[in-house]
């Protein structure tokens, strides 16, 4: 090679994950199995990025879920779950009814000034949102005045909030078509207008007379989602408030109402969570869906009229893929461990590889694919790749006390590529060199490495700049400060 561009990245995304041959190989298997797979290890590790690449080993989705209405319980909506071929069929049935849809200037004149397109007055077009014609300044609609006794002084205002209340989202008339009288609806559709004629009305009325439903998790969806962080609701989903109650006349029916959880769009992909253990109590209802591969939704919230919805057996078939430091082992739920260890694996990552030149050259393409990654900084030589693999030789003897090895804290090895990048963008050069990665490895320290060589050590650096009084309430101190019985913990 001359540069990293001529470093061949592979197509297979679990060919581009660098040194953890074992995970890899585990995570081809859970893809064609359907295991799940708890990988442990440092960050940067590339747990994430198995995680990715092992989605992408999955076959596209099969099944679309649906929450139906259901009209003897309204507040105990249906699931319906659609394969792909019937699914689809729907879909292309129901393109029939959505109608056409035209500029406003097209439509008749009435109905564009019923739509409040079109100004009565000057016969200005604009967006409907707007109560007063931008071409005038006067209120688009035309109200009768109703007798109003303050006069002129609120006769605009009157007029612009009747005008408001008397707008209406469609119009029925009627017009000839090949010779031929139909009748026809307009609608409003933001800055256009949807024409829907004889043919498409009698499928929509062909539609409505089915169950209503709601499509809460589509066919066409992305078979990775990513939970780190996630909430109770965001994670098992909910049932949105409805201050009217979900009054048939003035509310929103329950079903439409209905929000799917990340267990359930997960549903025939991979979920993945990060930092396991940061979930707490939370993994006892992954566990439950992972067990019965169905999880109901409800209202999650007591004092919201969705509190009374639920709907039971919504399904949540996931490969469920968590990542965790070794420290945080102990705060992930034991029967949670033991339900993916009876259908999956349990990784320990690797942290360095053996130098030798299958993985120097591993480390050339690791380069590769972080500048691709990134799409702002230049190729690199091959002295600088060197200097890279050099500096990986290094960090794995500091780090992990192991010579003859190169590091696998690749996302640190990233921030290095991309500060080395930002020098030669700075100095308007073409590609990264050595002298360049040398300059990026001061530039790229972290504040503890630049604390330990300006004062020795951490302890060093916080006597020079911290006073006694601030000492006293340095952020280890308060953390450790316990308010029940207004003690303080050493340790």
């Given at each position: 090679?001359?540069t990293?561009?001529?470093?061949l ?9 660098v040194g953890?041959?074992?995970?890899v190989?585990?995570a ?5 199995q359907?295991r799940h797979l ?13 995680a ?7 076959s ?5 879920i ?10 105990r909506?249906l699931?319906?779950v ?5 699914a ?8 029939g009814?959505e109608g ?10 009435s109905?564009?000034e019923r739509?409040?397109?079109r100004?009565v007055h000057?016969g ?5 949102s707007?109560a007063?014609?931008p071409?005038c300044?006067r209120?688009?609609a035309?109200v009768q ?7 002129d002084?609120?006769?605009g205002?009157?007029?612009v ?6 707008q ?6 009627t017009?000839k078509?090949f010779g031929k009288e139909?009748?026809?609806?307009y609608?409003?559709a933001?800055?256009?207008?949807k ?5 498409a009305?009698?499928?929509r ?5 089915e169950?209503?439903?709601k499509?809460l ?7 990775f989602?990513?939970a780190?962080?996630a909430?109770?609701t965001?994670?098992?989903?909910d049932?949105?408030h409805?201050?009217?109650?979900g009054?048939p006349?003035l509310?929103t029916?329950p079903?439409?109402r209905?929000v799917?959880g ?7 992909g991979?979920?993945?969570i990060?930092e396991?253990?940061?979930l707490?109590?939370?993994q006892?209802y992954i566990?439950?869906?992972m067990?019965?591969?169905r999880?109901p939704?409800s209202?999650r919230n007591?004092q919201?009229a969705?509190a009374?919805?639920?709907?039971d057996?919504?399904?949540?078939d996931?490969?469920f893929v ?6 945080d082992?102990?705060?992930?739920l ?27 050259a ?9 500048i ?10 091959k002295e600088?790749?060197?200097?890279i693999i050099?500096e990986?030789r290094r ?15 690749l996302r640190?090895m990233g ?5 080395a990048g930002?020098?030669v963008?700075n100095?308007s050069?073409d590609?990264?060199e050595a002298s360049?990665?040398a300059?990026?490895v ?7 490495e630049?604390i330990?060589?300006r ?11 911290l006073t006694e009084?601030q000492r ?12 029940s019985?207004d003690e303080?913990?050493i340790?």
């Amino acid at each position: 090679m001359e540069t990293t561009e001529d470093v061949l990245i592979p197509p297979d995304p679990l060919n581009r994950v660098v040194g953890q041959d074992e995970a890899v190989g585990l995570a081809r298997i859970a893809a064609k199995q359907r295991r799940h797979l708890l990988l442990v290890g440092p960050p940067g590790t590339g747990k994430s990025m198995i995680a990715q690449a092992l989605a992408l080993h999955l076959s596209p989705p099969n099944e679309e879920i649906r929450v139906v209405h259901n009209p003897e319980s309204p507040e105990r909506p249906l699931v319906e779950v659609k394969g792909r071929e019937e699914a689809l069929r729907e879909v292309s049935a129901l393109k029939g009814a959505e109608g056409e849809l035209i500029d406003p200037e097209e439509v008749p004149i009435s109905v564009a000034e019923r739509l409040r397109y079109r100004c009565v007055h000057c016969g200005h077009y604009s967006p409907p949102s707007d109560a007063v014609c931008p071409g005038c300044s006067r209120p688009k609609a035309a109200v009768q005045n109703m007798g109003n006794p303050f006069g002129d002084l609120l006769s605009g205002i009157m007029e612009v909030t009747l005008g408001q209340m008397s707008q209406k989202d469609r119009v029925t008339t009627t017009r000839k078509q090949f010779g031929k009288e139909e009748v026809v609806v307009y609608e409003r559709a933001g800055e256009l207008v949807k024409v829907l004629d004889q043919k498409a009305l009698e499928k929509r009325r062909k539609i409505e007379k089915e169950s209503p439903h709601k499509v809460l998790v589509p066919l066409e969806r992305h078979p990775f989602l990513l939970a780190t962080g996630a909430s109770e609701t965001e994670l098992l989903g909910d049932v949105k408030h409805d201050p009217y109650g979900g009054h048939p006349q003035l509310g929103t029916e329950p079903y439409v109402r209905v929000v799917a959880g990340a267990i359930h769009e997960s549903h025939e992909g991979v979920l993945f969570i990060d930092e396991l253990q940061q979930l707490g109590p939370l993994q006892r209802y992954i566990l439950t869906a992972m067990q019965e591969k169905r999880f109901p939704i409800s209202g999650r919230n007591p004092q919201s009229a969705g509190a009374s919805v639920r709907v039971d057996a919504v399904p949540c078939d996931f490969i469920f893929v968590a990542a965790c430091n070794i420290q945080d082992l102990p705060y992930v739920l034991s029967p949670l461990r033991s339900r993916i260890v009876g259908s999956g694996y349990e990784v320990l990552v690797e942290t360095t590889m053996p130098d030798n030149e299958t993985n120097r050259a591993k480390m050339a393409q690791f380069v590769a694919q972080e500048i691709a990654m990134d799409r702002r900084i230049p190729h690199a030589s091959k002295e600088a790749v060197e200097a890279i693999i050099k500096e990986s030789r290094r960090r794995a003897k500091e780090q992990e006390g192991k010579s003859g090895s190169l590091t696998l804290r690749l996302r640190e090895m990233g921030g290095l590529i991309r500060s080395a990048g930002d020098l030669v963008v700075n100095e308007s050069g073409d590609r990264i060199e050595a002298s360049h990665i040398a300059r990026a490895v001061k530039i790229a320290r972290t504040v503890e490495e630049q604390i330990k060589e300006r004062y020795g050590s951490y302890e060093g650096g916080l006597s020079r700049d911290l006073t006694e009084a601030q000492r006293a309430t340095a952020p280890y101190q308060y953390w450790n400060y316990h308010e029940s019985d207004d003690e303080r913990y050493i340790g």
